[in-house]
């Protein structure tokens, strides 16, 4: 049975985007149905909020072990700060 995405995409790719700053270079990845659909999210990133550090990546896989693992992480950090 195949995932169906917004506006009917069986699939989103990631596009990579460069820029420079501080005289080095720089990448970030955009996932998204096509070229130009990347190009529109990109413009939005003018208005994105910051949600933190990214410490670790977990596969969804793991469903209830991933969370588990990220409460013990949070607790830990906000017992010793």
């Known amino acids: 049975m195949k995932n169906t995405f917004p506006n009917g995409v069986d699939s989103f790719a990631t596009h990579v ?12 990845d955009v996932v998204a149905e096509d070229a130009s ?8 990133l003018a ?4 949600d933190g550090e ?4 977990m596969p969804s896989n793991l469903g209830p072990i991933a969370r588990a693992m990220v409460a013990i992480r949070n607790v830990t950090r906000a017992i010793v700060s």
């Open 37 to 44: 659909d990347a190009k529109e999210r990109l413009k939005m």
């Open 17 to 28: 985007f460069s820029y420079r700053y501080n005289g080095r270079e720089y990448t970030i």
């Open 47 to 50: 208005f994105a909020r910051y």
């Open 54 to 57: 990214l410490v670790a990546r």
